[in-house]
């Protein structure tokens, strides 16, 4: 399982990084933006793309457009870990095909229920 | 606005205008019309005169309200180039924040990554002399398991002392990283005291420009629309005052309420 995480602050990579670790999963990439990431997705076999919204340069919610637009990427499960908490960015991630939207601060306990809902629907 | 914002100047002159007008239908009355034509030129005057001491007024008050911005600026250049000014000062001190937060940041995880395995290990240890302490118990060790028993014990505490130990120091340094709190705390104080100011100075500014509409009669009628704010799809980060706004979500139960609605 080979993961990119998506996030302009280090910090929060990190924490991301570490708690993907503890769940098992310990190959993971980064990605400062949307823009330094599509490139990533497109050349790399990343199974999970876990991505904030906002960034400089390209957005998360671009970036998930993008991938979603990528015959080769559109199928790709994105977890969006973000503090945007605007209904209606939650409603535009939705009809954008996020599988799932986690909103900062969050706790490992979270984001794990999400991660092992994303993967149930994806292998069932 | 135009009534609510009259000065003594103002008063003065439409005391002055009333005055006259009265007069100026009497003597018109009388068909006095040297007389009628000398207070109309006094009226000119009155006005005239008006019109220069509000305009010396409101350029004395801009001229005060923008030397509050504090900018020394040079605006010869175009772009003017600014020298110095409490906004870029602002923006030192907000990057200043940044910095200093990412390392406390950085060096406490640094600091948990490094002394993490060392409690897992002790806790690991722990638990396998547990069970070996219960065999012990029950009688089912052999003299050769117990005296290695014993070693693993001498091992442990030893094991036990210098890992407490290193723990304990990483736990304390882990608090002192916190004091990036109080630094920080300060560098964002000032930038809020200066936005509360340029704010106020700003609300000058609009009042200034609101007598000059008065003054030269431009009023203009139409109040523009208050800034309403669209969400961008650049994001915005945190909302704030989430618990009094119907628009955002107040936890991530509330994500997942919204998303099972949409059929998630």
């Known amino acids: 399982m080979k993961i990119l995480i998506v996030d302009d602050f280090s910090t929060m990579r990190r924490i991301i990084k570490n708690l993907l670790r503890d769940l098992g999963f310990t190959n993971t990439q980064e990605a400062d933006d949307g823009s330094t990431a599509l490139p990533m997705l497109r050349s790399g076999d990343f199974d999970f793309l876990v991505t904030d919204w906002n960034m400089p340069g390209m957005t998360g919610i671009d970036l998930l457009k993008e991938v979603r637009a990528d015959a080769k990427l559109a199928s790709l499960p994105v977890l969006m870990v973000t503090a945007e908490a605007k209904r209606d960015q939650i409603i535009e991630a939705a009809q954008a095909g996020v599988n799932g939207y986690v909103v900062k601060p969050f706790t490992a306990q979270v984001l794990k229920e999400k991660i092992d809902k994303i993967f149930e629907r994806v292998n069932g | ?264």
Not at chain 2, 180 to 203: H, M, N, P, S, Y
């Open chain 2, 1 to 264: 606005m135009a009534n609510a914002s009259l000065r003594p100047d103002d008063e003065q002159f439409i005391a002055k205008l009333e005055d006259s007008a009265k007069q100026l239908v009497d003597v018109l009355q009388n068909q006095e019309y040297k007389t009628a034509s000398k207070i109309i030129h006094e009226l000119i005057e009155a006005r005239d005169k008006h019109i220069f001491n509000s305009v010396g007024q409101l350029t004395r008050a801009l001229h005060t309200a923008i030397v509050n911005f504090n900018v020394d600026a040079d605006v010869s250049t175009n772009p003017p180039e600014i020298k110095n000014s409490e906004i870029s000062d602002a923006s030192d001190r907000l990057h200043y924040v940044l910095s200093l937060t990412q390392a406390a940041a950085d060096k406490t995880m640094d600091k948990v990554e490094a002394v993490a395995p060392i409690a897992m290990n002790l806790g690991q240890e722990a638990q396998r002399l547990q069970d070996e302490w219960s065999k012990l118990k029950r009688r089912e060790m052999t003299k050769e398991q117990f005296k290695a028993l014993v070693l693993r014990i001498d091992e442990f505490l030893e094991q036990m002392g210098d890992g407490t130990t290193q723990l304990n120091k990483s736990l304390q340094d882990i608090i002192l990283e916190q004091g990036f709190q109080d630094l920080t705390g300060q560098a964002l104080k000032k930038v809020i005291e200066l936005v509360t100011d340029v704010e106020r100075e700003l609300v000058d500014l609009m009042r200034i420009a609101g007598q000059v509409e008065v003054v030269t009669g431009l009023a203009n009628e139409d109040t523009p629309e208050g800034a309403k704010r669209e969400y961008s799809s650049q994001g915005e980060g945190p909302a704030m005052h989430a618990d009094k706004r119907d628009d955002v979500v107040s936890g991530q139960d509330d994500v997942d309420d919204l998303l099972s609605s949409l059929g998630f």
